[in-house]
Each structure stands twice: as structure tokens, then as C-alpha cells.
């Protein structure tokens, strides 16, 4: 089933969300509980938001694969394939046939931004509240091919956020307008479904398909849009909230501490962003999206994890699977391949950890070990590999610009270990007989 917005999702799966009655505040408390829950697997739902009477805040969407895979209209088991199918089936946005849905309460020029949206402080050491979840759209100033991506945006009082503006396109495009002495256009789409969500975390090249046409294909429904009311962009017309506004050209200002998704505070002199307008609903769900959690490593794992086991698929033979190892804010991967020779797994190494700024650490291992079970990783990694004759290291190496250990220099070095087997039988993994097992299975199914 192809889901029009994130109201038609939650409803699909009202069982699967834990609704909160008890007076919250954004003010840490929410995080404190969201991080509480991150095993639980449902969808949080505060329905009692300190200082904004009937507002909703959600979170945790994404802290479950089989929820994304349901998003997709899948299974968790071809979450990867279809993933990677939908994505070649992008869908052109229309235009909103009615009234916006976004559109039913219009806001121009908001005095204080935080008396209407309930923006989440989520660490200690956090400078300001943030929001974390923020869509951001733009457009190339020369061509008008639309973009989208989530930056992470600081509430600095008033209608004014600095904005983190690290990753291309969106950061390429303020470049431009601000050689040409322009503030660049922008609007910040809140409350969406979660398959564009993960759009907007997928890579896509100059030309071809943008986000919004990918989102269309992950989705299996094309975006609505509609246009904007103070800058010249269509935005999501079944969106929760939209912030319009400017970056503004040749003003930096101090932007962080905040806690990252790498589990570290991260600072910047980032550009500011003048808000002229904002649209909702008459009753919205603010989202918020903790760093370090369950959520960003899903985030990850689909759109960037995906993404790389693709390409790799297509220039090395025997790639079988690829997962970014939990809490490492996809620095680390385990990749699964099949009959590869060891020089093979070797150019693998080298590869992977040459296309990806971000990953720093990849250990290969065969088929027949589980990458999503980290017991198992280990055991092949203390058994089958030998560190002076399988280990891959590559010094000298751009740094990703989160990560704490590579903020000084801006290089960093990345390893690779090859936890494949060898050739003899000494390497035979212990098994159980089939028939054993599906016997042992069907007792304890009967006995629950």
C-alpha cells in the first residue's frame, strides 16, 4: 500500500505506537524518554506537549527496520532489493489538485518561531533547542533543479536558525548565490512519511531523477506539491509544517555545541537562516529525530549502506551484502561476499573505503556468516583472520568533517580486515542436522 503522508501511515499502525498522556517538555524530557524507547520498536507519540496545547510531537518513525520496509510496501528480508528497484522507478511531483493540507494555518513573518512550534533540546551541553528532521528545499540558482536534504538547523531565537550547510547540493548552491550577493531561497518540510524521508538522505547525481522524483518511486505514489507563499519553491503540500525562509548572504555566527549522531558535540561558524513564513496543519505533528539512535543508524543503513552495496555489486564480483555496523554513525561496515579470492576481497577493501568519505573501517566475511549478527562477525573476524596478512590500511585519507578524531588535521587513515576462510576443511563452521533443528523448532512452537 502507497501511503499519501505521515497521518495515513500512523494510521495503518495505531498498534504499534506508544502514546504518551503525561505532560512532556521539548526540553530534554522528550529526548530522555525517545531514547528510553529505542528498543521498544514503536512509534513515540507525546499527546500532552509543555507550553503547546494541542500539538503533537512524534518520534522514533525509523527505529524499525520492519516499519521502513512497511513504508515501501515490503518485507524486511527484501527491504535492500526493493529499495534499490524503487529507486529506478522515480515519480515526477504533481501539483496539489485542492487546498494544501500544509496550508490550513499560514503564519507571515513570526515574531518567535518557538511559540509556535515546539522545537526539541535534545543533550545536556546542547546550545539551543535544534531541529533535527527539517527537509530542507531548494534550487540550483542557474538550472532550477530542485533539491532536498536534511541539515541539521539551531534555534537562535526570534525567526532566526543557523543552519548546517556541510554536504552538496544544498551547500554548493548557497555558494553560488552567495558570490552573486543573493540570500538563497529555502523551505524546511516537517512531518512526512518515511519513505521521504529516506529520499532526502539518498544520493542522486546532477542530472537524472532528483529527491523528490526518487521519493515518488520509494513511495509508489508521486509527491504533491504546491507553492510556496513568501519564496518561489513548491513544497510538500501534505507535510505536517513548513518553514520558509532565506540564508542569508555573508552572515556566519556560532552554531553548536550539539550532540551528534556521532555520539560527540560537534560546533561550526555556520550560515543563518531569516525565516519569512510558516504553514501547517490545524493540528500537526512536530517530528523529531534523535541523533545517535536506532533511527539515524536505519537512516543510514538503507540510504547510504544500500546505495554502496549497489555500486559495489556492479564493479566487484561476489558482493553479496553490506550492513553499517549500529552506533557508528556509518564509519564501520561488514560486507558478506561469495566465492571471491583473497586479491579480490583486497580490491574490495581498497574500493569501498575509497568511494565512501564517511566509512573508515569495512571487514569482509563470507556468505555464510550473519553481518547483521554481531556475535557472528566476531567469530569470524577472531578465527579467520590474521592481522599481519589481512589487514588493509590506507593513510592519508580525507576526513569526514563530524568526525571528532579527524577535526584537527581533516585526514584520517581507514582499515580493512579480511575475515574471509581459507581453503581447508578446518574451516567447516559446526552445524546441526536439519532434521534436528526443524524438530526442536516445531516442540517449542507448540509449547507457546
Known amino acids: 500500500m502507497a501511503y499519501q503522508d505521515l497521518r495515513e501511515f500512523l494510521a495503518s499502525m495505531e498498534g504499534d505506537i506508544l502514546h504518551i498522556a503525561t505532560e512532556f517538555d521539548p526540553k530534554f524530557e522528550m529526548a530522555a524518554l525517545l531514547h528510553e524507547t529505542q528498543s521498544d520498536g514503536r512509534v513515540v507519540l507525546f499527546d500532552n506537549v509543555k507550553g503547546h496545547p494541542g500539538v503533537k510531537v512524534m518520534g522514533n518513525l525509523l527505529s524499525s527496520r520492519a516499519r521502513i520496509a512497511r513504508a515501501l510496501g515490503t518485507t524486511d528480508k527484501k527491504l535492500n532489493e526493493t529499495y534499490l528497484n524503487c529507486k529506478k522507478h522515480a515519480l515526477e511531483p504533481v501539483i496539489c489538485a485542492g487546498p494544501a493540507p500544509v496550508k490550513e494555518v499560514i503564519h507571515r513573518a513570526p515574531a518567535d518561531v518557538s511559540a509556535l512550534l515546539p522545537i526539541l533540546t535534545y543533550h545536556e551541553k546542547d546550545a539551543a533547542p535544534f531541529i533535527t528532521c527539517g527537509l530542507v528545499m531548494a534550487k540550483d540558482p542557474e538550472t532550477g533543479r530542485r533539491a532536498m536534504g536534511i541539515h541539521r538547523m539551531m534555534f ?3 525567526n532566526r536558525f543557523g543552519i548546517f550547510l556541510a554536504n552538496p547540493p544544498l551547500s554548493s548552491y548557497f555558494q553560488q548565490a552567495e558570490e552573486e550577493g543573493r540570500a538563497l531561497e529555502i523551505a ?18 546532477s542530472t537524472g531523477p532528483d529527491k523528490l522524483e526518487v521519493a515518488g518511486g520509494l513511495r509508489g505514489l508521486p509527491l504533491e506539491l504546491t507553492p510556496a507563499e513568501t519564496v518561489d519553491i513548491d513544497v510538500l503540500a501534505r507535510a505536517e509544517i513548513i518553514i520558509e525562509g532565506h540564508v542569508l548572504p555573508g552572515v556566519r555566527e556560532q552554531e553548536g555545541p550539539f550532540g551528534e549522531s556521532t555520539g560527540y558535540y560537534f560546533s561550526n561558524v555556520s550560515p543563518v537562516v531569516e525565516v519569512t513564513a510558516i504553514t501547517h496543519r490545524k493540528d500537526f505533528i512536530y517530528a523529531a529525530l534523535c541523533p545517535w539512535t536506532v533511527d539515524v543508524d536505519n537512516l543510514l543503513s538503507l540510504a547510504s549502506g544500500t546505495e554502496l552495496l549497489g555500486q559495489l555489486q556492479n564493479q566487484i564480483h561476489g558482493v553479496v551484502d553490506l550492513e553499517l555496523i549500529t552506533g557508528t554513525c556509518g564509519f564501520a561496515a561488514v560486507i558478506a561476499v561469495k566465492d571471491c579470492q583473497p586479491t579480490d576481497v583486497r580490491r574490495l577493501i581498497q574500493l ?36 599481519d596478512r589481512d589487514t588493509v590500511l590506507l593513510d592519508k585519507m580525507a576526513g569526514y568533517v563530524i568526525d571528532p578524531s579527524a577535526v584537527e588535521s581533516g585526514t584520517g587513515s581507514k582499515i580493512g580486515f579480511d575475515a574471509t ?10 552445524s546441526i542436522p536439519a532434521a534436528a533443528q526443524a524438530k526442536a523448532k516445531s516442540v517449542l512452537a507448540d509449547s507457546f
Open 156 to 158: 537562535k531565537g526570534g
Open 188 to 205: 524546511v518540510a516537517l512531518g512526512v512519511d518515511p519513505a521521504t524521508l529516506l529520499a532526502a538522505v539518498v544520493k542522486v547525481g
Open 352 to 387: 569501498v573505503l575509497s568511494l565512501d568519505l564517511r566509512l573508515k573501517i569495512v571487514t569482509v566475511v563470507d556468505a555464510g556468516v550473519d553481518i547483521r549478527n554481531p556475535r557472528e562477525v566476531s567469530w569470524a573476524l577472531a578465527t579467520r583472520y590474521q592481522p
Open 421 to 430: 576462510r581459507g581453503p581447508g576443511e578446518q574451516f567447516d563452521a559446526v
